[in-house]
């Protein structure tokens, strides 16, 4: 038995994941899987909610989030990947838990309700409404300890400890209460100027572009609008390059800030110096990537057998969640 106290985390499967992603929640996740026995779910139901009406486009989005964490780094013979539609103890826990969860509570989640805006449901399904319920049963499925995530998950954190809480007090202590970690990183703006990078927003740099492409996307960034010659002086404290060149190529900030107040570097050559940063962090992960690309079958057994060690713990957790709630008579 491992000793060690566990991570579950996850991603949606519609669509590769991107260097926000990354900064968010896959470098904790590459830096923790020594010390904790690391769960990551290719989470395609909660994919379903919003994409209910295209499925061709999950099948591959599970292929390309799984290569997505495998190629950053997570090693498979630390880490299980986990297909969520493969682990039958989720929807039963779902199920259970949603006695626990009162209709409001779901209507005023932050999370949900700009999500909901976004996609623009006046009307929005049972499944989509509830899926915070369902990623309370993905975390607590494994009985994880801790959940990397970004902040806008704050609000599903929030509500599965408050299912823990609230089942253990009712049944017994059964459940494990998770913590949540966010990263250090700030969310990384888009290089176009939103506060977000999203697929749906069209600003963001695949973790599986090529070199050329994220060459292209950087030198198209928007950077300070006063600076129109090269060596005007410019303001990197409103610039979002060099808020990238923080997180990505923090060994050169400071002097690529000073240089840019005194008009020494331009925009160009700044954004030269930020691709090749980011070149630097990728090219690793794309050669990588063109080992699982090559060899799919392997991929699809990786997922198959994480699947399957999580079904035997889902299995058990659902057994002990049973007979907490006395509706357990035998096998
Ligand atoms: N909702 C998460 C996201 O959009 C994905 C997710 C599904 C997840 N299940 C989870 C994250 C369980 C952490 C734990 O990014």
Excluded at 146 to 170: A, C, S, W, Y
Excluded at 270 to 285: G, V
Excluded at 298 to 316: C, F, W
Aim: aromatic share 6%.
């Amino acid at each position: 038995m491992s000793e060690k106290k566990r991570i579950l985390t996850g991603d949606r499967t519609t669509g590769k994941l991107h260097l926000g992603h990354y900064v968010g929640s896959l470098q904790n996740r590459v830096r923790l899987q020594d010390e904790y026995e690391s769960f990551i779910l290719l989470a395609d139901i909660q994919a379903l909610t919003t994409h209910f009406e295209h499925p061709e486009l999950l099948e591959h989005s599970i292929y390309e989030v799984a290569m997505d964490n495998l190629s950053v780094g997570l090693d498979p013979n630390k880490i299980t990947l986990v297909q969520q539609s493969r682990i039958p103890s989720i929807g039963e826990l779902t199920v259970f838990y949603s006695m626990l969860v009162s209709v409001n509570s779901l209507r005023h989640n932050p999370t949900i309700k700009t999500e909901a805006a976004n996609y623009g449901y006046n009307d929005m399904t049972y499944g989509f409404l509830g899926y915070p319920v369902s990623q309370s049963a993905d975390i607590t499925f494994c009985k994880a300890n801790l959940v990397p995530v970004g902040e806008d998950q704050k609000p599903h954190m929030e509500m599965t400890r408050k299912i823990v809480r609230r089942f253990n007090e009712l049944y017994g202590e059964t459940l494990v209460e998770p913590d949540m970690m966010l990263s250090d990183c700030p969310r990384l703006m888009g290089l176009d100027g939103n506060a977000k990078m999203g697929k749906s927003l069209g600003n963001a740099i695949y973790l599986s572009d090529p070199a050329e492409e994220v060459r292209k996307k950087v030198m198209s960034a928007v950077t300070d609008a006063s600076r129109i010659k090269k060596d005007d002086p410019g303001h990197p404290d409103i610039c979002v390059v060099s808020k990238y060149h923080k997180v990505f190529n923090a060994g050169e900030y400071e002097n690529i800030c000073e240089s840019c107040k005194k008009g020494a570097i331009g925009c160009v050559a700044c954004k030269k110096a930020l691709a090749s940063a980011l070149s630097a962090l990728l090219e690793p992960f794309r050669e990588k990537r063109a080992y699982y690309e090559a060899h799919r079958d392997e991929v699809r057994d990786i997922i198959l057998t994480g699947s399957e060690k999580a079904n035997k713990i889902g299995n058990e957790t659902v057994k002990e969640v049973k007979e907490a709630m006395h509706i357990y008579i035998g096998d």
